[in-house]
């Protein structure tokens, strides 16, 4: 099953469903039955980024079309906003982006997915490789429309002592899926990977990555937040595979998420698959509800409950953000999930 080839030759038959195992919470066949008719070009309106002026690189990629490489050359170190657009109704594309960074290169990337259309169908193809001792903290902030399909499908390439940083912030939107798979090849090499996912209404989103350590001495950090109201529906598959002789890897995974009315929904299934002796790897997952007692506290002390709630959540979800290096990105990345939660 491929989206790309889906909305290439309008075949929805293509299309992942819930028969298969990875993509049995994400079914897109039941969703669309007919794949909309190719998106056309077009230029957008876009949001106020809020990096505009502090990025070095701003590229925007409208219904597919734009450009599709990046390069940063060794011992270079650079900072870029890519900002892929949906702005057709019931339109399809895909669009994708090569990202290469040389031997000592640094890059912060800033992806985001803004949906202004509706109804469309939308998949992005990511391919990500360092070389030895490259940097690249990469953050996607995804905001689509609340009646959008969109898919980001990211494969990333470490070589040794290479060091690569994720966190992915999404609103959701009807159907969505950030699938991030990374080779990692120890030897060095560390990899954080975060997310948040923060639903309202009836939306969904669903944050899969696959980890697989090839080698010995790898390090991989994992955690994920989420929190879910209304009808809303967030997913999490996170899976480590440590191979055979990849021994001393070190690997921690953790989920975590708040459900906030019964009718919303969390999917969970956090995944260690090992077959090294000497190993280091754990995993945690805890679906709930807020602390009724720091709510009973902050309303004893005037706070309105919507407030309060308001509040313990950011806080819940901060622990993400927190972790993002780069202290501009990090500034944008509070300020958008604080309008999210209706704080700004």
């Known amino acids: 099953m491929n989206v790309a080839e889906a909305i290439t030759s309008g075949d929805a038959s293509l299309l992942p469903g819930k028969r298969d195992e990875d993509w049995r919470w994400t ?3 039941g969703l669309v039955r007919q794949v909309p008719a190719a998106s056309p070009e077009g230029r957008a309106w876009a949001w106020t980024s809020p990096l505009a002026g502090r990025v070095d690189t701003e590229v925007r ?3 597919g079309r734009g450009p599709t490489d990046l390069e940063v050359v060794a011992g270079e170190e650079r900072f870029v906003a890519w900002r892929f657009l949906s702005t057709a109704e019931a339109g399809a594309h895909n669009a994708e982006l090569w990202v ?3 031997e000592g290169g640094t890059l912060t990337l800033v992806e985001s ?3 202004a259309g509706a109804g469309y169908l939308s998949n992005t193809r990511i391919n990500i490789r360092l070389a030895k001792g490259a940097r690249v903290e990469r953050v996607v902030l995804a905001d689509d429309g609340a009646e ?13 002592e290479a060091s690569f940083a994720q966190t992915v912030l999404t609103n959701g939107a009807r159907r969505q899926r950030i699938e991030t798979r990374v080779a990692h090849p120890g030897a060095g090499a560390k990899l954080r990977l975060d997310g948040a996912y923060l639903l309202a209404g009836q939306r969904n989103s669903d944050l899969t990555t696959i980890v697989d350590h090839q080698a010995v001495d790898g390090a991989t950090i994992q955690l994920t937040k989420g929190v879910v109201r209304d009808q809303s529906r967030g997913v999490f598959q996170g899976r480590i595979v440590v191979a055979e002789g990849a021994d001393r890897t070190d690997a921690r995974m953790g989920h975590h998420a708040l459900i906030l009315s019964d009718k919303a929904e969390v999917d969970a299934r956090p995944e260690l698959l090992i077959f090294a002796d000497d ?3 754990a995993h945690g997952n805890t679906i709930g509800a807020l602390d009724e007692d720091a709510l009973f506290y ?3 002390r005037g706070m309105p409950a919507e407030v309060a709630k308001a509040l313990l ?19 944008a990345a509070e300020a958008w999930a604080a309008e999210r939660l209706e704080l700004s």
């Open 61 to 63: 990629v409208v219904n």
């Open 298 to 300: 902050a309303e004893q």
């Open 313 to 331: 959540t950011q806080a819940f979800v901060g622990e993400v953000i927190e972790r993002i290096e780069n202290e501009a990105v990090r500034e």
């Open 100 to 102: 290469s960074v040389g």
């Open 148 to 160: 959008g399909v969109s898919v980001v499908d990211a494969s990333v390439e470490l070589a040794a």
């Open 27 to 29: 079914d897109l066949r």
């Open 113 to 115: 997915y803004e949906g």
């Open 279 to 281: 190993v280091q790897c």
